[in-house]
């Protein structure tokens, strides 16, 4: 019997990986923006791994995030921060969800730029409110109002996650439809006449 085999096309996870070449993909954007849900559904896609980086932090100190922000500071937690991700990106390519703080400090910010390209999930304040209020695991937004300080960051730290390299809204719209756009966005990115286009 004759057989007819039929070229299969490759899948937009298999494009946009392929297209990512050796880079990591790097997830930026504040509290409840969706980068552990999106990165870690975006990683299987692309059939990479997958690591957030507050998990990873907490896997390497033994605390969780509260317990670093208590017994050291936030600048402590910010140079082991630092740290974690410069050895994630070095040891890549894989999906590497940040922090919400990670890409607005300078130095984390500038490893990133070298070692991946970096993705802002951007969300309206009600929509990250409505992801965050249910839990108080948060350290920054134990405050009397954290509503306002979620607003106050956004204000803060907009304009900075607006020099990542590429900007997916996020919103109320299945996490599906969500990862869709990313890999997209990566194609896209990578294809023309990105800084990474040599790479
Ligand atoms: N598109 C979406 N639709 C519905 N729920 C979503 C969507 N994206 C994320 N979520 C939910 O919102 C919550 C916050 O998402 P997630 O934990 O991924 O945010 P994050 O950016 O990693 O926040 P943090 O910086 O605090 O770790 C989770 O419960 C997640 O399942
Ligand atoms: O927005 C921030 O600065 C933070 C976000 C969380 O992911 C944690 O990294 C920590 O709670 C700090
Ligand atoms: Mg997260």
Redesign the pocket.
């Known amino acids: 019997m004759n057989e007819t085999i039929f070229p299969v096309a490759p899948t937009l996870g298999e494009r946009a990986r392929a297209a990512l070449g050796r880079r990591n993909l790097v997830?930026v954007?504040?509290?409840?923006?969706?980068?552990?849900?999106?990165?870690?559904m975006t990683a299987s896609q692309l059939g990479l791994s997958f690591i957030?980086t507050?998990n990873e932090i907490e896997r390497v100190s033994r605390m969780t995030i509260s317990e670093l922000f208590a017994a050291y500071g936030e600048e402590e937690f910010r140079a082991l921060e630092t740290r974690v991700i410069k050895r994630l990106l070095r040891t890549g390519p894989r999906v590497i969800?940040?922090?919400?703080g990670a890409f607005i400090n300078d130095k984390t910010r500038k490893q990133i730029e070298r070692g991946g390209v970096s993705l802002w999930?951007k969300a309206d304040l009600d929509v990250l409110w409505e992801?965050?209020n249910?839990r108080d695991h948060?350290p920054l937004l134990k405050t009397e109002n954290p509503r306002q300080t979620l607003e106050n960051l956004m204000n803060q730290r907009y304009p900075v996650y607006a020099l990542a390299d590429m900007t997916i809204q996020?919103?109320?719209?299945?996490?599906e439809?969500?990862v869709k756009e990313v890999l997209e966005a990566v194609i896209e990115y990578m294809g023309k006449g990105s800084r990474h286009e040599q790479d």
Do not use: Q
């Not at 969800?97 to 919400?100: L, N, Q, Y």
């Not at 996020?170 to 996490?175: G, M, V, Y």
């Open positions: 997830f954007g504040l509290m409840g923006a969706g980068k552990s849900a999106i990165g870690r957030d507050d969800s940040t922090g919400g999930l992801r965050v249910k948060r996020s919103r109320d719209e299945r996490k439809t969500i």
